[in-house]
């Protein structure tokens, strides 16, 4: 039992997740093919579009390429939270949820175990893009590649979280395509992860300051900077505040006697 | 396990349990006890309430009126302790289809905290026990219904739990396998002291000596063994009592 329990009930989660991730090879190409399309296409064209000045953490004046890099990243983790609890709505449906659900652990510890997996999925899928970005001439400090995981271990618990968050309201799978609308493509084109803060001011205010609170911008930005060996403060608290903030809330989402149950009207 | 406390409690009590969705009443003052070596078979119809009630057993729901204890732990207070007495077979496949056998059930174990000796003896033993352990490197998904029920139920006892739920753990299945399922869950009882809630609304997978537990829109129509059952609705068969209980019911 304790500490040993827990010990083996999130190895056993963490396991299972990165096991069932390899399997699905379909997944991992299309969850790098999404970025890869983007760095290759999208930001080659664009790259003529768009004068980029000179802004931390960057020291010179960079591609566009460069400067889409860190939002790509942040990109793969957006997608892979809003996939793993798009899972656990599937599975609460076909009912290996309650599996997880009916064993001897406190709830938030299983959750939190979920969002583990589904972040250390995600780690991996940057990695590989981070190398296949090296490859076409994409390259951060070599110290940045190693700084650069922490900012991605709160990154993806931050999005992982928002997305539990999301699959403890949603009853079925069919509302969760709306939500991929709602949430995810607002999230990532309301961000800095395609052009700094200081150019969307030009075009509008408004939306300026919504990207300034989206807390992928800063989740995108604390990315950026770590890349680049430096510490984002105000990113990082962000991000972090985020994070606690959307766990919370998805762990009384799938409290029984509070969360998603409830809403279905049970008493 | 100390199976002499376990004879003094009830594997399974339920006092005043009552439950609703919305206005409609699911469960209504829901009383019965599961004693320890009992198959207690819980029948009735689509829609009696049995899902709901296991959902609240399982703490999938919450509900505010009423007590359910297993083993003595408050599902509610002592949440844990009670869970770790409780295998369940739910009534949809919650295998991993893409994964082995051997993998779904390490992972099962996993999580009920079994180092991998002893995760890897207890599935040798409940695979042996149902002639599943030759297949244990097939992925589920090459199974077929009557062996991936096979695989949940050895599942559902790696941990050595005292109370077994099955929710209509045989629907879909072919008679051989429903068969054999039937059997080797009583087994279960006679030979190892397991106490079974089991959910159906298939009357032929009802033993002579089982505790009947009648359920019918929510509320207990009747409970007891078979004799008594037959003796207290004064009918032949078990067929004519359920039809007797429920007359009116849908489904």
């Known amino acids: ?37 983007w ?3 999208f930001a080659a064209g664009f790259r003529a579009a768009l004068g980029l000045a000179i802004t931390p953490p960057y020291e010179t004046y960079i591609l566009y390429e460069v400067y889409i890099t860190p939002g790509l990243m942040g990109m793969i983790q957006l997608f892979n939270g809003m996939q793993s609890s798009l899972s656990m709505v599937y599975d609460r449906e076909m009912g290996s949820m309650r599996i997880l659900m009916v064993c001897p652990l406190p709830r938030w510890f299983l959750l939190l175990s979920k969002l583990v997996a589904g972040v250390a999925v995600s780690i991996l899928q940057v990695y590989v893009f981070l190398l296949i970005a090296w490859f076409y001439g994409i390259e951060a400090p070599w110290e940045g590649y190693f700084f650069v995981l922490p900012a991605l271990v709160l990154a993806g618990a931050m999005l992982g979280a928002l997305g539990l968050l999301l699959s403890s309201f949603i009853k079925q799978l069919e509302n ?7 949430v995810i493509f607002p999230m990532f084109f309301m961000s800095t992860a395609l052009y700094p803060l200081w150019k969307m001011k030009e075009s509008s205010e408004w939306l300026h300051h919504l990207a300034f609170f989206n807390p ?9 900077f770590s890349l680049y060996g430096q510490f984002n403060g105000f990113a990082f608290t962000y991000t972090f505040v985020a994070f606690c903030i959307f766990m919370l809330v998805a762990v009384l989402g799938y409290n029984p006697s509070k969360g998603m149950m409830m809403k279905k009207g049970g008493r | ?63 505010h009126i009423g007590k359910i204890e297993l083993c003595g732990f408050d599902v509610k207070q002592q949440t844990r302790q009670a869970l770790s007495k409780l295998g369940v077979v739910f009534q949809q496949t919650t295998l991993d289809l893409d994964l082995t056998v051997m993998q779904n059930l390490r992972y099962h174990a996993a999580l009920h905290g079994m180092n991998r000796k002893q995760a890897n003896e207890r599935i040798q033993e409940e695979l042996e026990r149902l002639s599943m352990y030759d297949r244990r490197m097939e992925t589920v998904r090459q199974l077929n219904g009557g062996h991936k029920r096979r695989v949940e139920i050895a599942r559902a006892l790696l941990h050595q739990p005292s109370l077994l739920l099955l929710d209509e753990p045989t629907v879909g299945l072919d008679v051989p396998s429903r068969k054999s399922i039937v059997e080797h869950v009583h087994r279960l009882v006679d030979d190892h002291g397991l106490s079974v809630l089991w959910a159906t609304h298939l009357i032929d997978e009802i033993a002579a000596d089982d505790q009947l537990i009648i359920l019918h829109q929510g509320q207990i ?15 032949e068969s078990i067929n004519d009592a359920f039809k007797k209980l429920t007359q009116g019911a849908k489904g």
């Open chain 1, 1 to 37: 039992m304790n500490i040993l329990h827990y010990w083996r009930a999130m190895s056993g989660i963490i396991g299972r997740e990165l096991w069932r991730f390899i399997k699905q090879r379909e997944r991992f190409v299309s969850a790098l093919v999404r970025p890869l399309v």
């Open chain 1, 39 to 41: 760095l290759f296409i």
């Open chain 1, 176 to 182: 969760f395509a709306g939500v991929m609308n709602f």
């Open chain 1, 216 to 224: 992928f911008s800063q989740a995108v930005e604390l990315i950026r």
């Open chain 2, 1 to 63: 396990m100390n199976d002499k406390k376990i004879q003094d409690i009830a594997s399974l009590e339920i006092a005043g349990l009552s439950f609703s969705y919305g206005g409609k009443k699911a469960l209504d003052n829901v009383t019965f006890s599961v004693n320890s070596a009992e198959c207690a078979i819980l029948l009735g119809p689509n829609g009696a309430g049995k899902s709901t009630l296991f959902s609240l057993i399982t703490r999938l729901y919450d509900s």
């Open chain 2, 221 to 235: 129509k009747l409970k007891g063994s078979v004799n008594n059952v037959l003796q207290a609705t004064g009918t």
